[in-house]
């Protein structure tokens, strides 16, 4: 129990002489006086700049109104216009002539 008791005096006076020590050193870096005291003090009175309102931002135009998707092409199909030889085989229908697009 002694060494426990004695180790524990011997931290506290070696924490209390690190205490003792940082502060005579803040002491005596306090009374060094770099920088001289005024003999006056004066209270400065700020003002700020004035300045104009903003304008509002005009509103922006919507995505959907001012870019259309591109239209899909016309997919055709590929089948030659041949004549039907029996009324029994299959063949492709014509397409109707495209529209001009302008």
Excluded: C
């Excluded at 005096?9 to 005024?38: D, N, Q, T, Y």
């Excluded at 591109?70 to 029994?88: D, N």
């Amino acid at each position: 129990m002694d060494a426990i008791l004695q180790r524990r005096m011997e931290r506290a006076a070696g924490l209390a002489l690190v205490v003792a020590l940082h502060m005579a050193g803040l002491w005596g870096l306090m009374s060094l006086r770099i920088v001289p005291i005024p003999e006056e003090i004066v209270t400065l009175f700020v003002e700020p700049l004035r300045t104009e309102p903003r304008p509002p931002e005009p509103p922006k135009p919507s995505r959907n109104s001012a870019t259309r998707p591109p239209e899909k092409p016309v997919q055709r199909r590929l089948a030659a216009e041949a004549p039907v030889r029996t009324p029994a085989e299959p063949v492709a229908e014509s397409l109707p002539p495209a529209a001009p697009t302008a």
